[in-house]
């Protein structure tokens, strides 16, 4: 089984936000594979199937952001998951808005929701793929992560998530994070 979990915030107020960049991808590629978000478990909205032939969870925490690691260390503990098996997709401010950056480890880089994991986890070394939102040039940043893309940013952002649901399906079908990285980076 592969586990997909998106970031973001839970509620309304949050709904389409830069910072729940990772529910959207998420949310897409549920669609596109034909999978509905009908279960809460652990903390978590669930999809899950088959995906060309592929089990498939999709998560979406409902802790907020800075606690995704909750549901995430439950889920891969529930499941007995690898963390080979896991990915994890979240906004990035410090890359340009519309650029995706796939990694199979790395640091948590400021960002709240990959500590809380990689502290549930015990480690940082899970995949992930990054998708950029570009720093704010005169908002605070939490203004600018909570705020919503402007129309022309959103065009860019749609470019940049269809890139990232592209590489979801490459890796559930089994393709290596090095190769996806050649081919999305």
Do not use: C
Not at 59 to 87: C, H, Q, W
Not at 95 to 100: A, C, D, Q, V
Not at 115 to 133: D, M, Q, W
């Amino acid at each position: 089984m592969k586990m997909i979990v998106g970031l973001g915030n839970i509620g309304p107020q949050y709904k389409e936000t830069r910072h729940n960049t990772g529910f959207m991808v998420v949310e897409q590629f549920a669609s596109e594979a034909g999978l509905a978000f009908t279960t809460r478990k652990m903390e978590a909205k669930l999809a899950s199937g088959q995906v060309n032939g592929e089990k498939v969870l999709l998560v979406e925490p409902t802790t907020f952001m800075n606690e995704s690691g909750r549901a995430v260390g439950a889920l891969m503990n529930f499941y007995k998951l690898d963390v080979e098996d896991l990915i994890v997709i979240h906004d990035d401010m410090d890359m340009p808005l519309g650029r995706i950056r796939i990694r199979p480890k790395g640091s948590a880089g400021g960002h709240n929701g990959i500590k809380s994991i990689i502290a549930a986890l015990g480690t940082s070394e899970f995949n992930r793929i990054k998708v950029g939102i570009q720093h704010p040039q005169k908002s605070s940043v939490v203004n600018y992560v909570l705020g919503k893309f402007t129309t022309d940013q959103r065009a860019t952002f749609n470019q940049a998530a269809d890139h990232a649901v592209a590489a979801l399906f490459d890796w559930v079908d089994g393709e290596q994070v090095p190769a996806l990285m050649n081919k999305y980076n």
